[in-house]
């Protein structure tokens, strides 16, 4: 998540580190509710991996986090997943979207998703594969 959106959604949930959900995979989908276009969610699929940053949410942020991600109105629903990282194995609770997957999100969207991964420390070539994906036109 974008470290702004991060402080201003969740402002007492500082970021915890980083690590790879394996097993799972970067999707977008809910075209058709988007904003822009498709929404980030991830799938499982065994021989890929997530780059993702974790942060510690206390309860009181959880909420807030809850309705800016939609899980509140169904949007998204929470799953707890292992998550590796350099100190080891911990479990993390992430947003995964209820809708069918497909669509293209907005280049704008790719753009934050991609600048927070680069911020975050993720790998110049995971950074570059975000960046690369397709993405709807800006309907110009």
């Known amino acids: ?44 699929s065994p021989d890929d991996h997530v780059f993702v940053v974790l942060y510690d949410v206390p309860e009181w942020d959880e909420s807030s986090l809850d309705q800016w991600e939609g899980a509140v109105r169904g949007l998204y629903h929470k799953v707890k997943l292992r998550v590796q990282t350099m100190e080891g194995e911990v479990v993390a609770w992430f947003y995964v979207l209820d809708s069918y997957e497909g669509g293209l999100p907005s280049a704008r969207y790719l753009g934050i998703l991609a600048e927070a991964a680069e911020h975050a420390g993720a790998p110049d070539d995971y950074v570059r594969a975000l960046r690369g994906r397709p993405c709807a036109s800006s309907g110009s």
């Open 1 to 44: 998540m974008d470290p702004k959106q991060m402080a201003m959604r969740a402002p007492h949930s500082p970021m915890r580190g980083m690590g790879w959900l394996q097993g799972w995979r970067l999707t977008f989908g809910g075209e058709d509710i988007g904003w822009e276009g498709a929404l980030a969610s991830i799938v499982e």
